[in-house]
């Protein structure tokens, strides 16, 4: 299976001009025959939304223009990020990643862990997601997140659980001081979770960021792939837009998991009745 | 429409926040720029009334004679309120500007007055340990229709969430002479200028467009569809979205953890 991460700088609140984005990315991914092109969180509006949030907002099973990607992923699979407001829960705004194939849409993941501190502001305009889930795929079992639903590991733990073969990373992750590196300090911080959990779950994960800047905050870039294991695979180019194409052999997750087994040995029930008793019984 | 105000509610709301924020920075004295306009009028009628009239200066800053019955307003203004006024010709310095660096834009030559008039407040604030009330309202902040560090800069704006109507309203209330509250507003710009000529709309229809998009938060459609003109909604939706620039702080570049305007984030007020 080939794979295309889109790293990207949408231009902020146009979503017809991102549309077309999109659409050209698809092209070029068509070209080199990619299976799935994954684009980074809010791809189809831009990050630093506020009141925005509701002008850009768009009901998957109904819009014009989601329907153009839907149309066009027949051969071509394809991750968005997307704002998402559905005809029976008008005005509330989620900040969304879906998974569209062969014509359907697949899945919907909507982000649970809504940055609010410091420069962040999401709580203050987006409603909050519930659910973190693995649906099967033509590429096996995939998870979605997006950005800071990954700094919380619990959630890669249940995608984990759930058997995900593929963790799909969405993001618009700022960077965040400067120092003597190459990159912002703070793409470490994904990339040192992106080894852990490709290495701890034997499944590949795939982090797609964007680039650009948006109200003086530059978006970091460095997108990668981990095989399972924590086998760095690929990484995009610090802040420049690249379209970073890698084939995945999807063989390789049974391969992790004959040799490492910690997978066959996992006991969810046992971390589930653990983690009730933490939730039920407040510590004193 | 529904932008009716309770005056004497608004009145209280706004005196105490002029006189709470001179207080907290440590002033007594408020100081503006007089025009002989409505804002500018209540605006000093609402300073009077907040910090006593003999302490509130309004600077008259006219270009030449050019405009000698906005001057005559203004010192009339001045003299019904009580408080203490002072002319302050601009000519000489715009002058001397423009005679180096010759232009015929009308904009230029309005915005460059506009921030002569900007750095005499600033030094007259600091001679006179005065803080500069901002004049603009909510409909020009809106539609951008201001000139960024001209007259938009100030200590503390009282009238910014004001519209145009409700100013007018509030004017009533606080008995501003009737010619000012009836005649047409000009930014001064021009001689003959009005500002409803200008933006191709009278203030009733701005801010009942105003109301809805930004109030309302109707969408341009919507609009539309409740029998707006398409191309004059079209229109203010542009004008606000292509003057966001002058109701924000410069991007700061973000480079380090914690940045000024990104998350170094303090109140205004911080220990006042």
């Keep these: 299976m080939k794979i295309a991460l889109a790293q990207i700088a949408p231009r902020l609140g146009d979503v017809g001009r991102n549309l077309e984005l999109h659409l050209e990315f698809m092209d070029k991914a068509c070209r080199v025959k990619a299976d799935l092109i994954v684009f980074p969180e809010l791809s189809l509006t831009g990050y630093t939304l506020k009141d925005l949030a509701g002008d850009v907002a768009l009901d998957p099973a109904t819009d014009p223009r989601f329907k153009k990607i839907l149309a066009r992923s027949r051969g071509l699979s394809v991750v968005l990020g997307f704002m998402e407001e559905r005809a029976g829960e008008k005005g509330l705004f989620y900040n969304s990643a879906a998974f569209i194939s062969g014509g359907k849409l697949l899945h919907v993941h909507r982000k649970v862990f809504l940055p609010t501190n410091g420069m962040f502001e999401e709580a203050k305009f987006f409603a909050q997601g519930r659910d973190f889930r693995v649906f099967p795929t033509p590429f096996g079992k995939v998870g979605l997140m997006i950005c800071r639903d990954f700094l919380h590991y619990g959630a890669s733990y249940v995608l984990y659980a759930g058997g995900a073969d ?117 510590e004193d | 429409m529904s932008l009716k105000i309770n005056p004497i509610f608004v009145e209280k709301v706004l005196t105490g926040f002029i006189r709470g924020e001179l207080a907290k920075f440590g002033f007594r004295k408020g100081i503006l720029g007089l025009s002989g306009g409505l804002d500018s009028t209540v605006c000093a009628a609402l300073a009077a009334r907040a910090l006593g009239p003999r302490n509130v200066l309004g600077l008259i800053m006219p270009y030449g004679d050019s405009f000698p019955a906005e001057v005559r307003d203004a010192e009339k203004v001045g003299r019904v309120l009580g408080i203490r006024t002072r002319t302050i010709d601009i000519a000489p310095q715009v002058d001397a500007y423009f005679a180096a660096h010759p232009t015929r834009s009308r904009i230029l030559r309005g915005n460059k007055m506009a921030r002569e008039r900007m750095s005499i407040l600033y030094d007259y604030s600091a001679r006179e340990k005065a803080l500069i009330l901002g004049t603009s309202n909510k409909t020009e902040l809106l539609i951008g229709y201001g000139t960024i560090h001209g007259d938009m800069a100030c200590g503390i704006s009282p009238m910014g969430d004001l ?110």
């Design chain 1, 166 to 282: 593929v963790i799909i990373v969405i993001s618009a992750a700022p960077g965040r001081g400067v120092s003597e590196g190459e990159a912002f300090e703070t793409s470490r911080m994904w990339e040192l979770m992106g080894e852990a959990v490709s290495y701890f779950s034997t499944a590949f994960v795939a982090y797609a960021n964007r680039v650009g800047i948006e109200d003086g905050v530059s978006f970091a870039g460095g997108s990668f792939i981990y095989g399972p294991g924590g086998r760095l695979l690929a990484r995009a180019a610090y802040l420049d837009p690249e379209l970073l194409v890698r084939r995945l052999d999807l063989t390789a997750v049974r391969e992790a998991r004959t040799k490492w087994l910690f997978k066959r040995d996992e006991k969810p029930d046992v971390i589930l009745r653990s983690l009730e008793r933490v939730v039920r019984v407040p």
């Design chain 2, 163 to 272: 519209y145009k109507t409700q100013v007018r309203e509030l004017a009533r209330h606080l008995r501003v002479p009737a010619s000012i509250i009836r005649k047409a507003p000009t930014a001064g710009l021009w001689s003959g200028q009005t500002d409803e000529q200008e933006i191709g709309l009278t203030y009733a229809e701005l801010d009942e467009i105003l109301e809805n998009l930004v109030e309302k938060r109707k969408s341009g459609p919507e609009l539309v569809k409740a029998g707006f003109k398409p191309a004059v909604v079209r229109r203010v939706a542009e004008m606000i979205r292509n003057s966001e620039f002058k109701r924000k702080l410069p991007p700061i570049a973000k480079l380090s953890p914690r940045s000024v305007g990104h998350d170094f984030l303090y109140p205004y007020d911080w220990g006042r």
